[in-house]
C-alpha cells in the first residue's frame, strides 16, 4: 500500500520560515493533483494549497503571498514554501496526492507538525 511521507516540519519563531517536502513511499501510477492541508488542535482539516499536474496553484485566500506550493513531476514530490510564518500556522500538515479521476480522497501522508512559537 503506497503512503505518502512528509519532511520538514519542526519549530519557528514567528516571522520564520519552512519548507514541507512529501513524495510518496512508491509508485503512484496516477497523475495526481499535490496539495497540503493543515489541522490545528481543536480544528477541523482545511485547505492550505494544491497544484495540478500543469502547474496550476490554488490556495486557501488567507494564506495566498506567504505560502508557495511547488511540484517536481520527475520526483513525484510536492512542496510547500512557508514564509512569515505566525502563531496561528501551528498545525499538523498534512500531504495528499488526488489521482484526476477521483473528485476526492486519494492518498495522505501521515502528518508533519509545524509549531510557531513566540
Known amino acids: 500500500q503506497v503512503h505518502l511521507v512528509e519532511s520538514g516540519g519542526g519549530l519557528v519563531q514567528p516571522g520564520g520560515s519552512l519548507r514541507l517536502s512529501c513524495a510518496p513511499s512508491?509508485?503512484?501510477?496516477?497523475?495526481?493533483?499535490m496539495g497540503w492541508y493543515r489541522q490545528a488542535p481543536g480544528k477541523e482539516r482545511e485547505f492550505v494549497a494544491s497544484?495540478?499536474?500543469?502547474?496550476?496553484?490554488n490556495y486557501a485566500d488567507s494564506l495566498q503571498g506567504r505560502f508557495t506550493i511547488s511540484r517536481d513531476n520527475a520526483r513525484d514530490t510536492v512542496y510547500l514554501q512557508m514564509n512569515s510564518l505566525k502563531p496561528e500556522d501551528t498545525a499538523v500538515y498534512y500531504c495528499?496526492?488526488?489521482?484526476?479521476?477521483?473528485?476526492?480522497?486519494?492518498?495522505w501522508g501521515q502528518g508533519t507538525q509545524v509549531t510557531v512559537f513566540s
Open positions: 497544484v495540478s499536474p500543469n502547474g496550476r496553484t
Open positions: 495528499n496526492f488526488r489521482p484526476l479521476h477521483l473528485v476526492s480522497g486519494g492518498y
Open positions: 512508491g509508485t503512484i501510477s496516477s497523475i495526481s493533483v
